[in-house]
């Protein structure tokens, strides 16, 4: 707390991420329809009492006119939020180009397909440059709107070059940069034609903060291999100036599921999804349609274990809910078809006239409805290619106080690392592996699952989403405080 007038104010956080936590749709001229959409990130900060939170983001939308972009600023300060306006054409280079076809699938070590990869080499520069310019636009609302002793939190992949350009306004700003993906190893980062200018920028922060050790470790091996900076137990040095850089592991509200479960909403969901599957265990799927997810490898996994297992067959069912996600890409489009194609195979050869082994569902589900799913699951399967933490495998564990189901957890999520002594890891690329984890869970002692179960909620209750946010936030205020001490000594 700051006193200032005689009174007490909170530290002002600016939280700057590629989008709002609000989506916008414009009813008229000058009206519009703000929806406030509840991730990870947002109720990570909803709970948190010690700051006080103002969002820097682009609200989804393309407003062009002047009337438009002043009614949409006017609607949002209202919820604390403040837009970033990119064209068409700029969000299409920087967004659905360089950020998600580009950096995305390689920092989750998944190549492209080579014509895929030609096309995008080709029209890489202008993609890059795009990158830029959008996060220019990004650091001058923040400079904008940036006041003395303010915090600035940039966050994931789509803003590494956000740091640089607010120093360059501004070297007295606290900045902080935390990457919501993996970082990947060094090998992988080097094959980027921009590499030596993404780690520069983000090493301007004064703190950059991951999921985990690995990844961490990951991006000094890259700021050592690539740049020749030297490394050191608190970060990387370049000429005495030093970064911080620290894993800071998410967590959830857990308190929020727990709550939730008390709801009359989420009791009707429970009982009649209980009874709908009754005489049956329930195994569950809950992630964004998304190649790293691993959803045919799950799928081809429950396949394998029916195949192997006919007992089963009448005796489990999969619900695999997966909300669409950058449905215009063609490689999300791909997979949307491919995942419909085995669950249709599936569902020919082992269901009968009265029940199928996989429900899928292409869409998202309310908070009641996916809370009540969480908690009448008897195997959870969590299968990410790779992933930087997944919630979902936490927000499961929070939901099963009294039923005490099994995690099958990838051993290639960052949660793996927190959640392993409790979860059955796996391979997700063995399917064999997979599907003998699935009988081995189905058939799980109940001891066992009490003890991996208390293991697994005592971290997700103990490491919420509030205390990384003031984790990483006071060891932000620590880092400059430190650094002001060293340069004047
Ligand atoms: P995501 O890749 O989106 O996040 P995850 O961490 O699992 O992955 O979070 C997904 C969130 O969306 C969860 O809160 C979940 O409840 C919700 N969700 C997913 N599918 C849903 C559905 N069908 N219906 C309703 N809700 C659904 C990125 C990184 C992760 C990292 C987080 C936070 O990729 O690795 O854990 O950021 O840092």
Not at 237 to 259: C, H
Request: aromatic content about 10%; proline content about 4%.
């Amino acid at each position: 707390f700051d006193r200032q007038d005689g009174r007490l104010q909170r530290q002002r956080l600016l939280v700057v991420a590629n989008r709002l936590p609000v989506s916008a749709v414009r009813k008229g001229e000058d009206s519009w329809n703000l929806e406030v959409s509840v991730g990870g990130l947002v109720s990570a900060l909803l709970g948190v009492n010690e700051f006080e939170a103002n969002w820097i983001g682009w609200a989804g939308v393309n407003v062009t006119d002047e009337i438009g972009q002043r009614s949409l600023t006017e609607a949002l300060a209202e919820k604390r939020c403040i837009p970033v306006f990119l064209d068409q054409e700029l969000v299409h280079q920087y967004y659905n180009g360089y950020c998600n076809n580009i950096l995305w699938p390689l920092f989750h070590y998944l190549p492209l397909p080579q014509e895929d990869r030609l096309a995008t080499t080709r029209s890489f520069q202008s993609q890059f440059a795009a990158y830029k310019e959008a996060n220019q636009m990004f650091a001058d609302v923040v400079n904008e709107h940036y006041q003395a002793g303010d915090v600035v939190w940039c966050h994931d992949y789509h803003l590494m070059f956000l740091p640089k350009c607010l120093k360059e306004y501004n070297s007295e700003m606290k900045v902080g940069w935390f990457l919501h993906t993996p970082f990947p190893s060094s090998e992988i980062h080097r094959t980027l034609p921009s590499r030596s200018e993404l780690l520069r920028a983000v090493l301007a922060a004064d703190l950059v903060g991951f999921h985990t050790y690995d990844y961490a470790r990951h991006f000094v091996s890259a700021c050592t291999r690539i740049l020749g900076l030297e490394g050191t137990p608190e970060g990387v040095e370049d000429q005495g100036k030093l970064t911080r850089v620290a894993a800071f592991p998410i967590g959830i509200d857990s308190d929020r599921f727990i709550r939730a479960l008390e709801l009359p909403a989420v009791k009707y969901h429970i009982k009649e999804l209980q009874e709908r599957f009754a005489g049956r265990k329930v195994m569950l799927g809950v992630d964004r349609l998304d190649m790293i997810k691993g959803i045919p490898q799950k799928i081809l996994a429950f396949e394998k274990f029916l195949e192997e297992n006919p007992d089963w067959r009448d005796k489990v069912v999969l619900l695999q809910i997966a909300v669409p996600t950058r449905t215009d890409v063609p490689e999300y489009q791909k997979l949307t078809c491919q995942v419909h194609e085995i669950v249709g195979r599936i569902n020919g050869r082992f269901g009968t006239l009265t029940a199928v082994p996989i429900h899928h569902l292409d869409r998202s589900l309310d908070f009641p409805a996916l809370c009540a799913l969480y908690a009448v699951t008897d195997v959870a399967l969590v299968t990410s290619l790779r992933d930087g933490m997944n919630l979902v495998s936490y927000e499961f564990v929070a939901c099963q106080a009294s039923k005490k189901g099994v995690l099958i957890l990838s051993e290639f999520a960052g949660a793996a690392q927190s959640l392993g002594a409790g979860a059955i890891l796996v391979n997700p690329w063995n399917i064999t592996e997979l599907a003998s984890s699935i009988g081995y869970a189905l058939t799980m002692s109940a001891n066992e699952r009490e003890k991996r179960h208390q293991h697994n909620f005592l971290h997700v209750t103990t490491h919420t989403s509030q205390e990384w946010a003031e984790t990483f936030v006071s060891e932000l205020n620590d880092t400059v405080v430190e650094a002001q001490l060293r340069t004047r000594h």
